[in-house]
């Protein structure tokens, strides 16, 4: 919810990127999304815990958790792409296009 507020309060500023950027940490992101990812990490109370161990370990335990949650998409995409990174990245870009214009983005142009 935090990160499409974000991405739509950008758009409406103004900011468009185009272009995807791939992270295989953290997904596919284009280089709006990185921005708000940052400003996500600096204002996340389980970062800024002060305690290093106890900040480090919950924060493994939430990719762990994050990735196991994505696990079944893993089969989805084996199944129906040909190429991962471009079926990835396409579907990510459509779901925040859709996120931005609240389910009723414009049509894009054919190339």
Known sequence: QTTAALQITVTNVGVFVQSGLFDYLVGPRTV?????????????????????????????????????????ADKVIEEA?????????????????SLVYDGNAPREALD
Request: hydrophobic share 40%; net charge positive; aromatic share 6%.
């Open 32 to 72: 709006r999304d990185t921005a708000g990812f940052l400003l996500d990490v600096t204002v996340d109370p389980v970062a800024n815990v002060n305690h290093v161990p106890t900040r480090n370990a919950m924060l493994a335990l939430r990719l762990i958790d994050t990735r196991a949650d994505l696990l079944p």
């Open 81 to 97: 792409a040909l190429d991962k990174y471009t079926y990835v990245r396409d579907g990510y870009l459509q779901r925040r296009r």
